[in-house]
């Protein structure tokens, strides 16, 4: 047995580890969809794949030449190099990778594959079958995309059984809650905030837990279950995702609710539902199950692909419309929020928030339905959403860089959001105005339409326009020229720690600044 060769092995498996770290970052952002990762690999990964591929052939290259000790030198300079490349990735990560308990067991699936082959090639040296065990090592090690989809593949069964199990444990947690009301809510957008609101109106009346965050997976329902709900809680606020047909499904036959609000339908994740009816299809699958249930299902009547759509008489509508059962009226909004009165059936509600937006306004009548239909009096309602804080990057004020004012709206990524968002930072009067976005994903077909409207409207409202990520941007920036905006105040950078870097550069006291969508690393090119 060669040992140099045997130590050459062992410090490409090792190197392997540091390159994963990235690769099972994207898998993660990608949601484990080996067809989502791989459009990063070919649009994001493919120079680096061409490197991994040539330092795989010359390091094969080497061993035959049986230039065994400069392999161990060429290897231990791809070892530094990943090593640098792995700490220098993830510190400059927007979403770095989480440790979850399913990216560790894939790094476990890695080190037994790895153990495996270099073991093999142990028991049967100088043979043909120990020969394709070590080239079989060396290629894993090197190619990284590889070795990611077979560890993925490897840990596959485990993750289902792990899954399933959580599932069943959670569906006997909400057996035992013989009383509790769970309602979902889902839409292409608008879904979280109104699941914050909704959270808080009903938090005057009742006990209340709902899913954290954008826990609207099958598992982050589950995991919010397992670990949040307790005997007093009286109602469980569900928020649905999906990104194919069956997803709402999915949660729909685990918590089986008795309410539904359904925010809006539009051209979200058109890339794996291809068309907006099986977007509509796929939001209604809530709407199927709550009415089974012999429940109520609140729909938001200004989506206009959502009202074209359905058959009114089945739902509750709430919005602006004059002829809606829950509707807001007499609507005004500026730098410290909203006001509007809020009528609900016969009753009308004044009321006043932080909020910024129409968007939110529809989204606080909406909640407000729901609230008021379970019984929370007016009065709560009104304080209710006067005490509302924006939630997290939708659209929440916060000073920023030399004094100047920052509306994060970093978790915004629908093309109707974007542009009202716009609109709330022309509302700032006399200030200067900044944009700060990468634009829209997701969309299919109609990404380039969207992106250049919203270039557009930037280009309408704002006197400085920031664009992030050179090549993924270009549609935003032909909408801003097309209508003649000054391409000296136009900037398109890599990243949005350069984006902030160029914008410390001229705010001030008497600037406001968009962050309009912030998008995670597998999309900035």
Not at 374 to 392: C, Q, T, Y
Request: proline residues 3%; glycine residues 6%; positive net charge.
């Amino acid at each position: 047995m060669n040992t140099v060769l045997l130590i050459s092995l062992i410090a490409a498996a090792f190197s392997a580890f540091f390159a994963l770290v990235r690769q099972f970052q994207m898998l993660q952002q990608n949601s484990y969809y080996p067809s989502r990762y791989f459009l990063w690999v070919k649009d994001g990964y493919s120079l680096p794949l061409c490197i991994e591929c040539i330092a795989f052939c010359a390091s094969s290259l080497l061993w035959g030449q049986e230039l065994y000790a400069l392999q161990l030198a060429f290897i231990a300079a791809v070892l530094a190099a990943r090593i640098f490349s792995a700490v220098r990735v993830q510190k400059k990560s927007i979403k770095k990778l989480v440790f979850t308990g399913r990216i560790k067991r894939m790094f476990a699936a890695a080190f037994m594959l790895f153990a495996v082959l270099i073991l093999l090639y142990v028991f049967f040296p100088r043979t043909l079958a120990g020969e394709i065990f070590a080239v079989t090592a060396f290629m894993l090690s090197f190619v990284s995309p590889l070795t990611a989809v077979l560890c993925r593949a490897v840990t596959a069964p485990v993750e289902k059984a792990v899954s399933l199990w959580y599932i069943n444990d959670a569906k006997r947690i909400l057996k035992g809650h013989k009383d509790l009301i769970v309602i979902g809510i889902t839409g292409s957008y608008g879904k979280t905030s109104t699941k914050f609101i909704l959270s808080r109106i009903l938090s005057e009346k009742y006990n209340v837990v709902a899913t954290p965050q954008s826990f609207n997976t099958p598992m982050g329902v589950v995991r919010t279950i397992r670990e949040k709900l307790q005997p007093q809680t009286r109602i469980f606020i569900c928020e649905m995702g999906a990104k194919n047909t069956g997803d709402i499904r999915e949660i729909c036959d685990i918590v089986h609710p008795k309410y539904g609000i359904i925010t809006s339908v539009g051209p979200q994740h058109l890339e794996t539902f291809k068309t907006i009816d099986n977007v509509f299809k796929t939001k209604f699958e809530l709407a199927d199950e709550v009415l089974k249930n012999g429940g109520t299902v609140f729909v938001n009547g200004d989506s206009t692909e959502l009202i074209k759509r359905i058959d009114r008489s089945l739902y509750r509508i709430y919005g602006t419309g004059a002829d809606f059962d829950f509707r807001a009226e007499n609507i005004a909004y500026g730098k410290n929020g909203s006001e509007f009165t809020a009528v609900m059936e016969s009753e009308s509600i004044p009321v006043s928030s932080k909020l910024l937006g129409l968007h939110s306004i529809i989204n606080i009548t909406g909640a407000a339905a729901l609230a008021y239909t379970l019984g929370v009096e007016a009065r709560d309602i009104k304080f209710a959403a006067a005490a509302l804080k924006p939630a997290e990057h939708r659209l929440e004020l916060k000073p920023y860089i030399n004094g100047s004012v920052l509306i994060d709206d970093a978790y915004n990524a629908n093309p109707e959001g974007c542009i009202e968002a716009v609109r709330v930072l022309a509302s700032f009067e006399g200030m200067k105005k900044v944009i700060i976005t990468p634009g829209l994903v997701e969309l299919g077909e109609r990404e380039y339409e969207c992106n250049f409207a919203l270039g557009v409207e930037a280009a309408k409202k704002c006197d400085i326009i920031i664009l992030v990520g050179k090549n993924r941007s270009k549609p935003l920036r032909e909408g801003a020229e097309s209508v003649g905006f000054d391409k000296e105040k136009l900037f398109a950078v890599s990243s949005f720690a350069e984006a902030s870097r160029l914008y410390s550069g001229f705010a001030d006291r008497n600037t406001a600044v968009l962050f309009e969508n912030d998008l995670p690393d597998n999309y900035l090119n």
